[in-house]
C-alpha cells in the first residue's frame, strides 16, 4: 500500500458534544401562607413570621433567589424562637429549594434533610412527600440518578396516598427527568405525559409550560427537531405569560439547543446568550454552567476554538463549585473536543477519559455514548483504525438502545470513516448513506453536510471524480450555509484533492488554498499541515520545485509537534504513518534541485523517530519531562559515522502517481541512497525502479527469500503445498544490483570495516549477508554487516552502551523449553519442541561456563528475573509474530507455563512485556524463527528487536526468518567461539557465517540473523 494518507482527503467526522439541561427550575410544593396564618395568634412575632414568609416567596418568584434567602432564614430565626415545628419544616424546605435555584446543592440537601426530619417527627405527610421530592431532584442535580429515582418514587406514594395531585404531576415530571439523563427517552416522555395531563386538568400554568418543556427535551434528543422546537416554543410563550424568569432562560437555551443541532449556529448563539443574561440576573449558577458551556458549543461548530475552550472551562469551573458532576463530564468532553480540532491529542484524551468515567459513574448513558465515539476520533486522528473503531463500535450501540438519531447517525458517520481510511469503500458507503438518511431524516444539516462530504471521499477513491465531486460542492454548500468553518476548509481540501486528481492545478492550488486560510483562521494544526503537504505537491508536479521545498517543509514543522512528548509510543507511530508522505514529497523536491545532503537530512528525520523520543527519555536523568530531541545536523551524522568506524549506508524509497483506468493509483519509482563514510564523506545515488524493475520491491524480496527455501509464516497462517526451489539466488542478484552495486565502488575494500544498512519499507526483511553480486560472492564475503532502523538511533545506543552503568556479569542462557499451547481466538496450535535448540544452549552454556536453563525450568517468571542479572542473554527457543495479549507490538518468545504443558498462552514473553522492563545487558541473541520482524512501520520494525532496544539493550542479533534448528546450533556455536576471540559481535557474525556457509551452503540456514545496534 503506497504511503498515501495524507495525500488523500481528510474525512472529518462530527463531533457529538454533550449538552446538560436544567429540567424545570421550581419543582417543590410551597407550603400555604394563607392556611399557616389561619393556625397562628395575633402575636407581633407571628405575624411578622408570616409576613417576612409571603415576601420570600414573591422574592422566590420574581426569580430573587439570594434575596428570597435572607428573608427566609429571618423567618427561620422567628419560628425557631416560638417553637413553630411546621413553619421550621417549611422554612427549611424552601430554603433548600432557593439554594437548589442557585445551584448550591450540597447546602440545599442540608436544608432538605432537616425539614425532612421535621416532617417525620410531626406525622406531615404533604411536607414529608414535598421534601422527598426535592432531595430527590439534589441527587438528580448532582448526577446520582439512581438515588434521585429512589426519593422520586418515595414522593409518588405518598402525594398518590394523599390525593395532592399538584405534587403527584412534579413528582412525575421528575421522574421523566432521571428516565432522561439516563438516556431512557421512552420511559421519560411516558412520565413527562402523565404530568401534563396532571397539570393541565388542576390549571397549573407554569406546570404545562415545564411540561411541554420536557417533553420537548425528549424530542430533542430522539432527533426529531420539528417537534422539540414545536414545544419549546409553546413552553416559552407561558413561561413569558406568567413572568417566569428562569422559565424562560431555560425555554431559551433548549430553544438554541435546537438550532444548534440543525446547523443554525448564529439563531442558537442568539437564544443561548439571551438565557445567559437571564440566568445571571437572577443569579442561577446551575443556568449559568449550562449557557456558558452551550456557547461554548456554538463556537466549537463554528471553528472558533479558543473562543470555545474559554467558554467550556468557564463552565467546568461553575460545575466544580456547585458539585454537578453530570454538568462537569459535559465540559471536560467539550473541552477534549477542542484539544482535538487544535491537534492536542494527549490533552484530548486526557480530558475524554476523565469526562468517560464521570458518565459511567453515574451511569448516564446517552453520555457515555458520545465519549466513547470523541476518545474514537482522537484514535483516527492517530491512524489507530482498530482502536477507533473499537470505540465506535460501543458507543453506536448504546445510542441505539437509547433511541438518539443524532449520535446514531454520527456514529455511522465515524464507522465509515474507518472503514474508508482502511480501504473498504463498500463498508464505507454503507454506513455513510445510513448516516445521511438520518440526518435528511430528522432535519440535520450538519450531519447531512458531512455525511455528503463522505460519500464524496469514497466515490473518489473509486476512481469515480465527477461524482465526488458533485458530493462535495452539496457538502461545501451546506458547510457555508450553517457557518462551519473546519467543515468547509474540510470540503474544500477535497474539492482541491479531485481538480489535482484530473491535472486541473490551478484549480486544485485554488481550493487548496481557500481551505489552508481557513485552517490557520481556526487553528487547526494537523489540517493546516494537509493543506500545505497538497500545495506542496501541486508545485512540485508542476516544477516549481522551490516553492514545493518552501511548502512541505512548512507543512512539516506544522504536522511534527502533533507527535508530542505526551503521546504514547504507538500513538506516535501511528500518527507518523499519517505524515510520511509529507517527507517523502519534500526529499523528491531537494533532489530535483540536486540538494542531495538536504534530502539525506530530511529522510533522517522521518526515520525512527518515536524509537528515538524514547531512547533520549530513557537515558536522560528525568525521564518524565522529556527533552525536545532534535533530528540529527549534517555534522552529527558525520560524527555518528565517525564514531561507529562505519560506512553508514540509508536508503529512501520514493513513490509516483500513475494513472490505472482514469484512477491515480501510486507505484515505486525510484530508490534514493546516501553513502556516509567514517571520513565524513557523502555520496548520493539513484536507481530508476520503473526501469530495472517490473514488479515492487516488496514483491522481489518475498519471492527473493520464496527462492532459498524460506517459509517466514505465523503458525497460523496457511503455508502452500508447492515445492519451493532449494537455492535459487538468482532474485538475491537482482536486490544486489539494486541495492549493492550502485554504491560498491563506495564501500570498504576491507572485509573487516563495518556497514550498516538502514533499510526502509520491506527492505529490513532482506537478508543483507546473502545478497550476491555477478560473480557469485555473498556480499558478507566482502564486508561486515549490521542494520539499524535510523541513523540517531546508533548514536542511543552507543550511548546506551557506554553511558549506563553496567554492573551484571551474567549470561543466561535457555534452550528449548517445554513449548506451551498457542492460541489466538478460535485458533490453537501445539508448538514443537527443539532438541537442537536444547543442544545449542548446552553447548553455549559451557562455553561461558554456566547452567542452560532446558525444559520445564525455563519459566517464565524464572527468565524474566534472570534477564535482569544478565549481561548476555541467549534464547534459544520458538519466536512468534503475533500480537498475543494486546499489547499493540507484535512478537513473542515461547517459554515453559507455570502450570500444565498445555496451558494456553501461560509462558509466552511477549514484545509489550519486553517494552516495559529494564535491561543492563550487553547483548541478547533471539536464537530463534522471525525474530527480527513484525509491524514495518515508518518507526522501523515494531516487533522484538525493537522493544529490546526500548529496554536499554544496545546490541540485538534477531533472525529474519524460520531458522533450521541444526545449522541454527552450529552459527550460534561458532558466533560465541568468535566472541570470545574478539568483542567485536558484527565481525564475530560475519566469521561465524563464513564457517557456517561451508556446512550448509544454502543461505536460508546461515544467512538469517542481523545484527542491529552497536559492534563493540
Known sequence: MPPHLHRLSVITATLLISLSFPLPLVRNTWGSGAAWAQAQTREEPRDQALRLYQVGLQQFNQGQFREALETFQSVLVIVREIGNKAGEGKVFNNIGVVYDNLGQYPKALESYQQALAIYQEIGDKEGEGTTLNNIGFVYDNLGQYPKALEYYQQALAIDQEIGDKAGEGKVFNNIGSVYANLGQYPQALESYQQALAIVKEIGDKAGEGKMLNNIGFVYDSLGQYPEALEYYQQALAIAKEIGDKAGEGTRLNNIGFVYDNLGQYPKALESYQQALVIAKEIGDKAMQGTMLNNIGLVYDGLGQYP??????????????????????????????????????????????????????????????????????????????????????????????????????????????????????????????????????????????????????????????????????????????????????????????????????????????????????????????????????????????YSQAETTLLAAIEVLEPLRSPELKDDQKISIFEQQATTYRFLQQALVAQNKFVEALLIAERSRGRALVELLDSKLSQNPNNQPNLKPPTLPEIQQIASQQNATLVQYSIIYEQYQNQGKQEWQQSKLYIWVIKPTGEIAYKQVDLKKLLNTSLQDLVTTSRDDIGVRSRSIFEVTTTNPLPENSTEKLQQLHQLLIAPIAGLLPKNPDDRVIFIPQESLFLVPFPALQDEQGKYLIEKHTILTAPAIQVLDLTHRQKHNTQRSVKDVLVVGNPTMPKIQIGELVANLDPLPGAEREAIQIAKLFNTEALIGSKATKTTVMEKMQQARIIHLATHGLLDDFKGFGIPGAIALAPLGKPDDVIDGLLTAGEIFDMKLQADLVVLSACDTGRGDIKGDGVVGLSRSLIAAGVPSVLVSLWAVNDNSTAFLMNEFYRYLQQNPDKAVALRQAMLTTMKEYPNPKQWAAFTLIGEAN
Open 307 to 544: 473562543k470555545a475552550l474559554e467558554y467550556y472551562q468557564q463552565s467546568l469551573a461553575i460545575r466544580k463549585e456547585i458539585g454537578d458532576k453530570a454538568g462537569e463530564g459535559t465540559a471536560l468532553t467539550n473541552i477534549g473536543s477542542v484539544h482535538h480540532s487544535l491537534g492536542q491529542y494527549p490533552k484530548a484524551f486526557e480530558s475524554y477519559q476523565q469526562a468517560l468515567a464521570i458518565h459511567q459513574e453515574i451511569g448516564n448513558k446517552a453520555q457515555e455514548g458520545i465519549t466513547l465515539n470523541n476518545i474514537g476520533l482522537v484514535y483516527s486522528s492517530l491512524g489507530q483504525y482498530p482502536k477507533a473503531l473499537e470505540s465506535y463500535q460501543p458507543a453506536l450501540a448504546i445510542v441505539k438502545e437509547i433511541g438518539d438519531k443524532t449520535t446514531e447517525g454520527t456514529a455511522l458517520t465515524n464507522i465509515g470513516s474507518v472503514y474508508a481510511n482502511l480501504g473498504q469503500y463498500p463498508k464505507a458507503l454503507e454506513s455513510y448513506q445510513q448516516a445521511l438518511a438520518i440526518h435528511q431524516e430528522i432535519g440535520n444539516k450538519a450531519g447531512e453536510g458531512t455525511a455528503l462530504n463522505n460519500i464524496g471521499f469514497v466515490y473518489f477513491n473509486l476512481g469515480q471524480y465527477p461524482k465526488a465531486l458533485e458530493y462535495y460542492q452539496a457538502a461545501l454548500a451546506i458547510h457555508q450555509e450553517t457557518g462551519n468553518k473546519a467543515e468547509e476548509g474540510t470540503t474544500l481540501n477535497n474539492i482541491g484533492f479531485v481538480y489535482d486528481n484530473l491535472g486541473q492545478y490551478p484549480k486544485a492550488l485554488e481550493s487548496y488554498q481557500q481551505a489552508l486560510v481557513i485552517a490557520k483562521e481556526i487553528g487547526g494544526k494537523a489540517m493546516q499541515g494537509t493543506m500545505l503537504n497538497n500545495i506542496g505537491f501541486v508545485h512540485h508536479t508542476q516544477g516549481k
